[in-house]
């Protein structure tokens, strides 16, 4: 296992639209692992591949706290097969924007088709803050984050203080 560097906006990974996984082999199972690390060490509840720099369709998700068990999930090519009519505004934050926060509108609840660990094909009914966490991972296989979902105005506005918090910062990757 290891932790990889989290790429931070504006980066041009972080807008391609990241690539299917043809089969989930030791290589992805590998790449997995290392999401999860780099997860739980962010902390994060979730953790997309392009945000280690890995334009594959891969996600890892897991929404428990500390003192809870780890209920880590791990998913290669999802896909939301159903998405509920009634949406949700929610507070949202991500690793690659960090410190900046916003609400978010999105549909409430999701059905998600995926490839787990093993490559079978599995199922996963989402909602409330594990709906929107893959939801918001999802988004970053499509090259979005979540400023994407605010107003040219809020969005620019959140870019401009990350700008301006990270220029007095040595770079990072
Ligand atoms: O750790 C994270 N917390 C979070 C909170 C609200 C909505 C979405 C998220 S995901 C974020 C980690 C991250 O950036 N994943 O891409
Ligand atoms: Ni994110």
Redesign the pocket.
Known sequence: MAILPILVAPNPVLKTKAKPVDTVDDEIRQLMNDMLETMYN?P?????AP?VGVSKRVIVVDITTEDEEPNPLCMANPEIIWASEEEEL???????LPEQFAEVVRPKAVRVRYLDKEGEIRELDADELMG??VQ??MD?LDGTLFVDHLSSLKRNMILRKLRKSRSGKPATV
Request: charged share 20%; with cysteine.
């Open positions: 962010a994060g509840i979730g953790l997309a945000q929610r507070e949202e934050g991500c690793l690659s929107i966490c918001h991972e970053h």
